[in-house]
């Protein structure tokens, strides 16, 4: 599945509005220390629902929202939109080309969006799920989770063979249909208490 753009406004260093174009091949970016090429990176993660700080290196989720420098105020929207081209149906949508969208105002309101439409956080994982692209899947991959994964800590390369050969999405349903097992066996308990207790 091709990478096409990458929009990104208000997000960490990016106060205007950039635009990256992935064309076929590689592409690279570089630049010196601090001039926001790890900021790219996280805005990418960022679209995709990543919900840790940590690992987009701020102390809150606020602080992703460019703080402005001596010359320009601070902006009250971050806001990051990731174009995929999807002729091949990688992804399990009609369209041929996907761009999921992420908001977020200093107020805290939040907002994500598949092809302009607005969608909730679960809408854009359940679409990336088992396809390799994902916040925490192995399309990023960063220095520590190389470490993390010959150390195999938590079962990460298990996690990781998971994901590559499908399977993640069927461990994610089985453990919803669990947690609703629950829920239903609470309720009946509930029920037949207050049976109990009308009889
Ligand atoms: P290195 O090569 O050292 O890893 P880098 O090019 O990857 O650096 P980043 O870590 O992506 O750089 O960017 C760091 C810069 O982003 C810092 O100058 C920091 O001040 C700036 N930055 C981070 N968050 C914000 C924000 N909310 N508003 C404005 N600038 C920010």
Redesign the pocket.
Known sequence: MQLNKLEIKGF??FGDKITINFNEGVTAIV?P???????VV?AIRWVLGEQSTRTL??EKME??????TKARKPANLAEVSLTFDNTKNVLPTEFSQVTITRKLYRTGESEYRLNDVQCRLKDITDLFLDTGVGSDSYSIIELKMIDEIIANKEGSRRALFEEASGISKYKLRKKQTFNKLKDTETDLSRVEDLLFEIE
């Open positions: 960490k260093s630049g220390n601090g001039c926001g090429k790890s900021n996280d290196r701020s602080n992703i929202i460019f703080n402005g």
